[in-house]
């Protein structure tokens, strides 16, 4: 057992609080399932080297639904593709489970925001099978069974041998989720997965995320830059500064979802996040 010093509460995104000693719990959890230790990113290009996070610290518990909030260019794309394990850290260490990230892996696979990531020639049921029997090497029919019961659960049931091309934005970004959640990965990575959506799109696909959570009690990395999306869509966000991206504070939003939108509540942790994210940098001020 290890005893974690929980940083910024939900009081955080609350109302003001006095000035007073931060308010730290010693209270016992489980090891981290995801801890991200210490991490930089670079990117290397000739004469040129891009680091595009600095040091990053964060642990992501299971069924945590664990938001990266940040302004464009931070680095929150870099790092899930860190976790994805496409991209090595420079300093420091990923590991899931206790085990170093590597290399790609089907324990962590990541929806994007584009909607053209489903292979065009395999139907929406094959798009779900084929990485059960190439990954996770299922047979056809178990793969077949597993995809059509993931396919129901985003309410695509009626589609399933449709392609690609017959299908709305919307509808291929529940494709890619139940391609995801079939492959039963223990983190779910989102990279901006419902910012090329109409706004009341994306409205239904975070509710829709969200019931999946309640059922599958699923642990989510998710990228957005959107603050009203990361206090409906996480249990806790980690505010990254702009580039590099460092974290600026961690925060718990359990207490929102999409009944919160419009309350007074949730607009303060609105402003609050929005303060913290557009204050100077202490690490750029000169
Ligand atoms: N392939 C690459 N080669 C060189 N630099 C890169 C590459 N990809 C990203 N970068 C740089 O790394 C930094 C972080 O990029 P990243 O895509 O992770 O940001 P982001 O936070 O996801 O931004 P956005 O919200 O716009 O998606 C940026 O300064 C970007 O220019
Ligand atoms: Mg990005």
């Not at 830059?225 to 996480?234: C, F, Q, R, W």
């Not at 590099?244 to 607009?267: A, I």
């Amino acid at each position: 057992m290890t005893l974690v010093i929980e940083r910024d509460s939900a009081v955080a995104v609350r109302a003001p609080q006095p000035p007073a000693a931060p308010r730290e719990m010693l209270r016992p959890l489980p090891d981290p399932l995801l801890r991200i230790a210490g991490v930089s990113l670079e990117y290397r290009t000739p004469g040129r080297v891009v680091r595009a996070a600095h040091r990053i610290d964060l642990d992501v518990y299971e069924a945590d639904r664990f938001v990266l909030l940040g302004p464009s260019g931070c680095g929150k794309s870099t790092l899930l593709k860190a976790v994805a394990g496409f991209i090595a850290p420079v300093e420091g260490e990923i590991t899931l489970g206790g085990v170093p990230v590597r290399k790609p892996g089907p324990d962590r696979i990541v929806v994007f925001q584009e909607f053209d990531q489903l292979p065009p020639w395999k139907t929406v049921v094959e798009n779900v099978a084929f990485p059960l029997r190439a990954a996770r090497g299922l047979r056809h029919a178990e793969a077949l069974e597993r995809a059509r019961a993931t396919i129901d659960k985003v309410g695509l049931t009626a589609f399933a041998t449709s392609y690609p091309h017959q299908l709305s934005g919307g509808m291929k970004q529940r494709v890619a989720i139940a391609r995801a959640l079939a492959m039963q990965p223990k983190v779910l990575l989102m990279d901006e997965p419902f910012a090329a959506l109409d706004a009341l799109t994306r409205r239904k696909m975070q509710e829709e995320l969200l019931a999946l959570w309640d059922e599958a009690r699923m642990t989510l990395l998710f990228v957005t830059h959107s603050i009203e999306e990361a206090l409906v869509v996480g249990s806790r966000v980690a505010l990254l500064s702009p580039h590099p991206g460092r974290v600026r504070g961690e925060y718990n939003c359990h207490e929102y979802d999409l009944s919160s939108l419009g309350s007074r509540s949730f607009q303060a942790a609105v402003q609050r996040l929005h303060d913290r994210l557009f204050e100077p940098s202490p690490e750029t001020a000169r």
